[in-house]
């Protein structure tokens, strides 16, 4: 049973445009989500994160919006950049980590 | 960077060979983890570790052991390996386990075939 979600293995986007990921969960006790980025033969690196106790954070290019009546959260990355091209994982805590099965994000020129 | 390394990179193994990962930091964390990629499942736990001979299982412990006599060094040993054990495995750290002022730092991760 999966607790965090990300339904899009795969996503294209214009070079320069909006990049929308989204994550959805079901446990209600997850009090911190966060967001990594993966390239290809490198771990994971984190990107951004927010707390329960906020709807939006930002950081340069990347904002992650929180949406928990609807157990929703969504990274958006603005403007697109080719090296945006990665894996990202959607991530979601209580007592501890739980990530979701991963995005990749195609940007193309 | 975060100082962690992870040896050996890759590895080719025969199904029942015991095998033995090692994840070493620099950072003088805490807080150890071992994970496992696979496709369609993303970054699962295996085991941690909240200090020196102190370890817990993750959501995917059968078939792993780990053991940390060092802060520096956390082992994970596939006792004997199967084929599901074929992966990427991933080390991490951590200062603490309440990461609001804190993340995890991933190693550059161990591809393991078990043929």
């Known amino acids: 049973d999966q607790q965090v979600k990300q339904n899009s293995p795969s996503l294209s986007v214009q070079e320069g445009r909006i990049s929308i990921l989204n994550c959805d969960y079901t446990?209600?006790?997850?009090?911190?989500f966060l967001w990594y980025k993966k390239y290809p033969a490198e771990g994971p690196t984190f990107l951004i994160s927010?707390?329960?106790?906020?709807d939006k954070n930002e950081d340069g290019r990347f904002t992650v919006f929180l949406n928990k009546s609807a157990k929703h959260l969504s990274l958006h990355i603005v403007p697109s950049q080719p090296g945006d091209s990665a894996v990202y994982f959607c991530?979601?805590?209580?007592?501890?980590?739980?990530f979701g099965k991963g995005t990749r994000l195609h940007i193309l020129p | 960077d975060a100082g962690i390394t992870q040896s050996p990179r890759h590895k080719v193994t025969e199904t029942g060979t015991p095998v033995t990962l090692r994840c070493h930091q620099t950072?003088?964390?805490?807080?150890m983890y071992w994970y496992r990629q696979d496709p369609g499942h993303g970054l699962r736990l295996i085991h941690y570790?909240?200090?020196?001979?102190?370890?817990d299982k993750g959501e995917v412990s059968d078939g792993y052991s780990v053991s940390r006599s060092k802060t520096e060094d956390f082992l994970l040993t596939l006792e004997s390996a199967t084929s599901s054990q074929t992966s990427v495995y991933f080390c991490?750290?951590?200062?603490?386990?309440?990461?609001?002022?804190?993340?995890?730092?991933f190693g550059p991760g161990t591809r393991l075939t078990v043929l």
């Open positions: 570790s909240y200090g020196v001979k102190d370890t």
């Open positions: 927010i707390s329960s106790i906020k």
């Open positions: 991530a979601a805590m209580d007592d501890k980590i739980i």
């Open positions: 991490a750290i951590s200062e603490s386990m309440v990461w609001f002022e804190d993340t995890q730092y």
């Open positions: 446990n209600s006790m997850f009090d911190y």
């Open positions: 950072e003088n964390h805490r807080y």
